[in-house]
């Protein structure tokens, strides 16, 4: 069973930036897509944003890159709105199993 943890939820006001991580022991070399989806309350589970094998892309205020070589993946929140509010959660696809860690929380509010 793959572990993923994810870490740097919390809260933050309208308009700041936070940075989540997501880490495993396992080899980051050995797993193919990796994604962060969010779900907010009363709501379904939705894709933020994918990323293939290395680098970073940039989607609307935020960036999803990843770190083969720390075993990292990480999502940068820019410009924060309410409603970004949400547990996010990051997830790696290794063979045909699709693994997910246990999410952390962002709170956007003053």
């Known amino acids: 069973q793959v572990q993923l943890v994810e870490f740097g939820g919390g809260l933050v006001q309208p308009g700041g930036s936070l940075r989540l991580r997501c880490s495993s022991s396992?080899?980051?070399?050995?797993?193919?897509?990796m994604a962060w989806y969010r779900q907010a309350p009363g709501t379904q589970r939705e894709l933020v944003a994918n990323?293939?094998r290395s680098g970073s892309f940039v989607k609307g205020r935020f960036t999803i890159s990843r770190d083969n070589d720390k075993n990292t993946l990480f999502l940068d929140l820019n410009k924060l709105k309410p409603e970004d509010t949400a547990v996010y959660y990051c997830?790696?696809?290794?063979?045909?199993?699709?693994?997910w860690g246990q999410g952390t929380q962002v709170t956007v509010s003053t």
């Open positions: 997830t790696a696809l290794r063979g045909q199993h699709l693994h």
């Open positions: 396992e080899n980051f070399y050995d797993f193919g897509v």
């Open positions: 990323i293939t």
